[in-house]
């Protein structure tokens, strides 16, 4: 019987510590293939997330390097899966975009549409792109592979989240665009009060630990982690 009671004492500290040390983790990435260069546009992607237990979209960029427009065909651009397979298409937080204009720059946020419990499960992830430049279809491959790393091993004795380390590239200062970019997370605005200053809007990124942001008339004032 005292047996059985140190058994089950130590299954509940087991449980306890499995939840709270064993459990505690993020995920990261490393770049396999992450961008497509050539004389006409230049794109990348990597990995974005709403949650706090894997990614679940990509940040797409591309930048139109020539002096025409060029389209991109969504309708011929696929998600690659874990399994290095194309597995549907994207679905974009707004309108998709076809048309870039000459010298300019996209960015989007494109979420898989056959995500299986809406994340990207460990392994290699990608996008398949087309794109029509001067009535020529130009395909190519952009893979990031994905993996959780437990928050009490790093080689680098480096413990943080992956958001905390992201924040570490924050500057006082810098644009909207250049905060998101750093921070590759989704976002919410919380608050907009007119100050004597100026402008200040709150907004509040979805992670864990949480992140949040203050701008003064666009531009990056202060911000906080908890």
Known sequence: ?????????????????????????????????ESINNEFFEATISPGTTRTNGFNFLI???????????????????????????????LLSKSPSRIITANSTFEKHIYPTKLKKNIMKKGVHGIFLSVMVNGQEINGEMTVGLFPVPS??????????????????????????????????????????????GKMECYEVVSYPRVILYFLDGKLESWTIY
């Open 1 to 33: 019987m005292k047996a059985k009671h140190i058994l089950y004492s130590f299954f509940i500290l087991y449980m306890i510590l499995g939840c709270s040390i064993f459990g505690s983790r993020y995920w990261d990435y490393m770049p396999i293939r």
């Open 152 to 197: 009490y091993y790093r080689s680098d004795g480096d413990y943080r989240s992956n958001i905390e380390r992201r924040a570490d590239n924050l500057q006082i200062g810098m644009t909207k665009s250049e905060v998101w970019k750093v921070i590759g997370y989704e976002y919410n605005l919380k608050s907009t009060t007119s100050t004597a200053l």
């Open 60 to 90: 797409f960029r591309i930048k139109n390097k020539s002096d025409g427009d060029i389209e991109i065909n969504w309708d011929k651009t696929f998600y690659i899966d874990a399994n290095g397979e194309k597995n549907g298409f994207f």
